[in-house]
């Protein structure tokens, strides 16, 4: 299946609105079945001189991993970058950069840089601009759309379940993820 990126429903509108709102409850369905965040924190566990020097999560949304994070290992830096506002009820230890990705990578530092379902956003030409942002990081750790036709397949089995602009946007996301070691050798890791 060809890589085609696509804008999503969500990214187009306001934060507040009604179809966003959904999505996001949407998505910590989907990425708690997915196991997403678990996956997530349990492989950066194995890092622990990398994690003391902080994690930063780029494409953070509701701040889900890193408030699992902030129980689990307390006193480490967090710093979630999302262009969407502060979500409520998000610790105060975890800093929010509401900057563009690249803006917010240019400054933040860490040992640790994760994404969960975010970098699927960017054509190749983009995730070029990530490789320099990466260097100064000690571990990297992505969890990505997987682009393959069973992949679509498993995703019509929630479509039921799920919110309007959830619908779309699932398919897009995966039509825009990418295919084993696509991404690692786009990124030069």
Same mark, same amino acid.
């Given at each position: 299946m060809q890589?085609?990126?696509?804008?999503?429903?969500?990214?187009?509108?306001?934060?507040?609105?009604?179809?966003? +709102?959904?999505? +996001?409850? *949407?998505?910590?369905?989907? %990425?708690?079945?997915? $196991? %997403?965040? +678990?996956?997530?924190?349990?492989?950066?566990?194995?890092? !622990?001189?990398?994690?003391?020097? @902080?994690?930063?999560?780029? $494409? &953070? @949304?509701? @701040?889900?991993?890193?408030? +699992?994070? &902030?129980?689990?290992?307390? @006193?480490?830096?967090?710093?979630?970058? *999302?262009?969407?506002?502060? !979500?409520? $009820?998000?610790?105060? /230890?975890? &800093?929010? *950069? /509401?900057?563009?990705?690249?803006?917010?990578l240019a400054e933040v530092r860490g040992g640790v840089l994760t994404a969960n379902l975010f970098l699927h956003h960017f054509d190749y030409d983009e995730l070029e601009r990530f490789r320099p942002h990466m260097e100064r990081f000690e571990v990297i750790c992505f969890n990505e759309p997987y682009r393959v036709e069973r992949t679509i397949w498993d995703a019509q089995f929630m479509l039921p379940f799920v919110g309007r602009a959830t619908k779309h946007d699932m398919i897009v996301s995966i039509r825009a993820g990418f295919v084993h070691g696509e991404l690692p050798e786009r990124l030069g890791l």
């Open positions: 890589r085609v990126v696509e804008p999503e429903i969500i990214d187009e509108l306001p934060p507040d609105h009604p179809d966003v +709102r959904r999505s +996001r409850l *949407d998505l910590k369905v989907i %990425n708690f079945l997915m $196991g %997403n965040e +678990r996956w997530l924190a349990r492989h950066l566990a194995q890092f !622990p001189d990398a994690l003391a020097k @902080g994690v930063v999560e780029i $494409g &953070a @949304g509701e @701040g889900t991993l890193l408030r +699992r994070l &902030a129980k689990r290992h307390a @006193g480490i830096p967090l710093t979630a970058c *999302d262009l969407a506002p502060r !979500p409520e $009820g998000l610790p105060e /230890r975890i &800093a929010w *950069d /509401r900057r563009d990705v690249f803006e917010s």
